[in-house]
């Protein structure tokens, strides 16, 4: 399971990368993947990170429903909704996991960006196959 995730993300990744490596420079996107990777694996920006997404699930959480219940109903998705209190929350429905929602927040963001550091850096490991394979590409489509 683990290798299906590595290829399915490294995959994905090749896919998002490969224009950017058809119109880079030598060396622009390797400086460029070099600060967000170190970046991702800055423990004060990842703290920093931690903090705003605390700060905005607790944001998220606090959002009335009844808008997002109401707009569902105008477009004929909200019938099977359960009728709500006008005052529910997200929070409400989210059950009790959403009090422990910001603590899972605060532990697992600082580990998810150094995962997606290591990536980068992954990544950084393939640019001159990508670079090739944007040559290659360049090449075999049709002159503009």
Do not use: C, W, Y
């Not at 995730?5 to 880079?24: F, H, N």
């Not at 009728?83 to 899972?104: C, H, K, S, V």
């Amino acid at each position: 399971m683990q290798l299906r995730k590595l290829v399915l993300s490294s995959l994905g990744a090749t896919i998002l990368l490969a224009p950017a490596a058809a119109r880079a420079q030598e060396g622009e996107a390797d400086s460029g993947l070099d600060r967000l990777a170190s970046r991702l694996a800055d423990p004060r920006a990842q703290l920093a990170a931690s903090a705003a997404l605390v700060a905005m699930s607790e944001a998220l959480l606090q959002m009335r429903v009844e808008p997002f219940a109401n707009a569902a109903r105008q477009a004929g998705a909200g019938r099977s909704l359960p009728p709500l209190p006008r005052d529910a929350r997200l929070r409400d429905l989210a059950g009790p996991r959403a009090d422990r929602l910001q603590a899972e927040i605060a532990r697992e963001a600082p580990q998810a960006m150094g995962r997606a550091a290591a990536m980068v850096e992954a990544i950084q490991g393939m640019m001159p196959e990508l670079k090739a394979m944007a040559r290659r590409m360049k090449q075999a489509l049709p002159p503009e």
